[in-house]
């Protein structure tokens, strides 16, 4: 089965910059859409950036010019590069992938299958 491992959060100051992994594992088909989700206390779950298949991404308008979505399909990991950091960027945040075909934007409002418990990134 798929299994999805975030690693990289922790405590930055504002401006400042890190760099969350997550590493998959149990693929037997690659899945067609990855991305990284945020959730705030008090706040809903929200998309903040989202790669498809093809390369193709997407950002919340939020972070868009700040973060940056990637993938190394031969090392099965998924990266987000956040950069300028603001203390309205602290959240857990989350990795997941679906199998189902959504364009990047798509996955933003989407809810993927599969799912990994979540790194802490507070910004303060």
């Known amino acids: 089965h798929v299994q999805l491992v975030e690693s990289g959060g922790g405590s930055v100051q504002p401006g400042g910059s890190l760099r969350l992994s997550c590493a998959a594992s149990?693929?037997?088909?690659?899945?067609?859409?990855m991305g990284w989700f945020r959730q705030a206390p008090g706040k809903k779950r929200e998309g903040v950036a989202a790669i498809d298949s093809d390369g193709t991404t997407s950002y919340a308008d939020s972070v868009k010019g700040r973060f940056t979505i990637s993938k190394d399909n031969a090392k099965n990991t998924l990266y987000l590069q956040m950069n300028s950091l603001k203390p309205e960027d602290t959240a857990m945040y989350y990795c997941a992938a679906d199998f189902e075909r959504m364009t990047a934007i798509q996955v933003l409002s989407a809810w993927p299958n599969y799912w990994g418990q979540g790194t802490q990134v507070t910004v303060s």
């Open positions: 149990g693929y037997t088909r690659s899945p067609y859409s």
